[in-house]
Each structure stands twice: as structure tokens, then as C-alpha cells.
């Protein structure tokens, strides 16, 4: 049973540009949560998605930054015009079902370098 | 606002010995406790979680201890092995809301041998 996949696991982009980082949960869970961890810092939490949903946005940036998760296909976050302080690691998580014990599951991030 | 706050940045500990890692949380709606550990340039990995109606949980090597009164918990790992030498992060959530975890800043731990 394949984990969490994340896609890039390393990405550079140059101000201004476009970052999409994917995340494909694990094989039934339908619940996917964004993190983003600064150097030297704990893991913040950005958003959390269910197929189609966004259920908790409280932790994205109001500007620039998107999230989804489509019926088909990975969830991708977006980030537009991107600045160097969105150099980060940012994880996806997924769990089966919300409601119950919150175990997450991590991928192994994407490193989002900003030139 | 740190909700949730591991006050030592890193620990040393001699291999065989006992690790314990220390983690206080200010929020009185988190009910439900997790440690996570880390490699570099990995994503963080489940060890052992606690719900608040409990006290303790143990899971082979490693122990997690709460007072709630204190709003404090712990991490034992013993005996302490190289292979352990990661971050670890406390996590917490509250079942009501929000399925989000708010972690803290992580403890370095260095097992020497």
C-alpha cells in the first residue's frame, strides 16, 4: 500500500513565477491536509480538503495561495507570484476518516526554493 | 500564539539510556496528543499518540505520558537506540472543529553511542 506521494520533491522558481506542488493521498483515505514548515520551525498548518471541499482554510495565506482536491486526480496547491518567503517545506498529509482519531499520514514534502 | 511548545531544541542522550522529551500545550480544547519523528529531508513519521482520557499509552520503546492538569505530556524512549536519533514533534488537536494538528517546534535528539 503505496504512502502519501508528493510531486515535486524539489522545486525552484523564480519570483513572480507559478509554484504547484501535488499530493496524492493514501489508497481510501479521502481526507488531505496542507503543512508548511520554515527552517528551524514546527509544522504550520495551511488547509484542509476533502474530495471537492475545502473544510479549514484558516491556516492559508488569503492572498496568492489556493488549494483543491478534485473528484479525479492529486491535490494540488498553488502559489502564485510566488516571493522568497514562501521558500519552505511544504507536506501533505492525508487520513481516512475525520472525526475519529486524527492520525496523519505525511508525505515526504516538497522543497519549494524561491530565487 | 504558540499553542503547542517543546521548550528544549535538543536533547543528547547516551545510547541504552532513557530519552525523555518534554512538550506543554496552553489550549484546554486539544484532546487528542501525537509525537511524530523526523529524518531530514523526510516527511515526519507517526511513533504513538494519547487521547485525553487517558494518562498514559505505550507501544514497545516508547511511552507517552499526560497531565492534564499541567497541560503537559512526554515522550520515553527507552532503551534509547542511534536510530533514533531524528526530530521529534508534539502535535495536538481537538476532536470539535477542526481536524488540523497544531505541532510544536520539534526537539532535536542525538543518540550517541
Known amino acids: 500500500n503505496a504512502g502519501v506521494m508528493q510531486n515535486p520533491r524539489h522545486l525552484v522558481r523564480r519570483r513572480g513565477q507559478e509554484a504547484r506542488l501535488r499530493c496524492s493521498p493514501m489508497?481510501?483515505?479521502?481526507?488531505v491536509y496542507w503543512y508548511r514548515q520554515l527552517p528551524e520551525e514546527g509544522l504550520k498548518f495551511m488547509v484542509y480538503?476533502?474530495?471537492?471541499?475545502?473544510?479549514?482554510e484558516s491556516g492559508m495565506p488569503k492572498e496568492r495561495f489556493s488549494a483543491e482536491f478534485p473528484k479525479e486526480g492529486p491535490s494540488i496547491l498553488r502559489i502564485q507570484q510566488v516571493v522568497r518567503g514562501d521558500s519552505a517545506a511544504y507536506f501533505c498529509?492525508?487520513?481516512?476518516?475525520?472525526?475519529?482519531?486524527?492520525?496523519?499520514?505525511f508525505g515526504p514534502g516538497t522543497r519549494l526554493t524561491v530565487l | 500564539d504558540q499553542q503547542v511548545k517543546q521548550n528544549s531544541p535538543s536533547l543528547s542522550v547516551q545510547e541504552g539510556r532513557i530519552s525523555i522529551l518534554n512538550c506543554d500545550y496552553t489550549?484546554?480544547?486539544?484532546?487528542?496528543f501525537l509525537w511524530y519523528k523526523k529524518y531530514p529531508a523526510e516527511g515526519p513519521t507517526f511513533l504513538i499518540s494519547i487521547s485525553s482520557i487517558k494518562d498514559k499509552n505505550e507501544d514497545g520503546r516508547f511511552t507517552v505520558f499526560l497531565n492534564k492538569s499541567a497541560k503537559h505530556l512526554s515522550l520515553h524512549i527507552v532503551p534509547s537506540q542511534p536510530g533514533d536519533s531524528a526530530v521529534y514533534f508534539c502535535?495536538?488537536?481537538?476532536?470539535?472543529?477542526?481536524?488540523?494538528?497544531?505541532f510544536g517546534q520539534g526537539t532535536r535528539l542525538t543518540i550517541n553511542p
Open positions: 502535535a495536538a488537536s481537538a476532536r470539535q472543529g477542526a481536524q488540523k494538528l497544531v
Open positions: 489550549n484546554s480544547m486539544f484532546d487528542y
Open positions: 498529509a492525508s487520513s481516512p476518516v475525520a472525526g475519529t482519531l486524527n492520525e496523519q499520514f
Open positions: 489508497k481510501g483515505h479521502s481526507h
Open positions: 480538503l476533502q474530495k471537492e471541499n475545502i473544510i479549514d
